[in-house]
């Protein structure tokens, strides 16, 4: 697969994505709509709010991963050495210099967003800068433009929106159904308990739904994108030396959460049994390996 085939499949996925949302979104409002009887008005708000919400994850989405993540965004004149390393990579990748974001926390990470490379931003934490060397941020730095050259960020992105949506949804739907009752208990009509109880297990499940959503992003992508930042950069040892620096500190970011782990160069989160089974990157040490056999 070319490159130009990878950044045409991902506008497609991306695409495919706001679909799904949206229909799932509509098929939550019809089953809680029908269980609850309230009909076709439960239909029409879950299509209204995933209307709104494909809108606000496609123009917003990099607005609020920054904001989630403690992100704040610096000029050239806070860190001269940052801001050169990102220009001469984003030239040579052929891209827009990407917005520079600093999160203040001591593990080392970074993350890309934004809905393509004009719109796009980077964040690296104050952790990361603390203790990579040049080569080793550059390796790092030219991983997440990758990402951003390759659209990832965008899929990425939209995925994090959506899956906070989801659950936030489906939590409301929830509560409210004990709250508000059902209408059709005040019609004198009666429902399928059968139907009913699939419904309010489809409405308690669906934020483990969006989890799977979000693990549907393949792991493919993290290779891809080393191998494209080495080829970059010309020196694969320095993001191999980069993410051995990254799984030795092992501490997870405070403000890490699963909506937005994806977007990490490194997973964020405390590496413990559930996290590694829902992991959405692979191995570092598979990682490191790939990276030391490439022959630029």
Do not use: C
Request: avoid cysteine.
């Amino acid at each position: 697969m070319t490159t130009y085939t990878y950044v045409a499949k991902n506008k497609l996925r991306s695409i495919l994505l706001v679909l799904m949302f949206m229909g799932f979104i509509v098929l939550i409002g019809h089953i809680y709509g029908t269980v609850y009887g309230y009909g076709s008005d439960s239909v029409l708000f879950a299509f209204l709010f995933a209307l709104f919400s494909s809108f606000i994850g496609y123009f917003f989405s990099d607005k609020i991963a920054l904001a989630v993540n403690g992100a704040k965004q610096i000029s050239e004149n806070d860190d001269p050495e940052l801001f050169h390393v990102v220009e001469s990579l984003a030239l040579t990748a052929g891209i827009p210099m990407p917005r520079i974001y600093i999160v203040n926390d001591p593990a080392p990470n970074a993350f890309a967003t934004g809905r393509n490379p004009k719109h796009a931003a980077m964040a690296v934490t104050t952790g990361l800068r603390q203790i990579m060397t040049k080569s080793e941020l550059e390796g790092v730095l030219a991983h997440e433009l990758s990402h951003i050259s390759n659209y990832d960020v965008l899929f990425m992105t939209l995925v994090s929106v959506f899956v906070g949506t989801i659950t936030m949804l489906a939590d409301w739907f929830f509560r409210f159904s004990f709250l508000g009752g059902r209408r059709d208990d005040r019609d004198g009509r009666n429902i399928n308990p059968i139907f009913m109880i699939l419904g309010i297990v489809l409405i308690i499940l669906s934020p483990i739904i969006a989890t799977i959503i979000q693990l549907s992003i393949s792991r493919k992508r993290e290779f891809l994108a080393d191998a494209s930042g080495a080829l970059l950069t010309r020196y694969p040892e320095g993001l191999a030396s980069a993410l051995e620096k990254i799984k030795a500190a092992s501490q997870p970011l405070r403000n890490a959460n699963k909506a937005t782990a994806h977007m990490y160069i490194a997973n964020p989160l405390k590496a413990d049994s559930i996290n590694k089974l829902f992991a959405t990157h692979p191995p570092i040490e598979e990682r490191i390996k790939v990276l030391r056999q490439m022959n630029i």
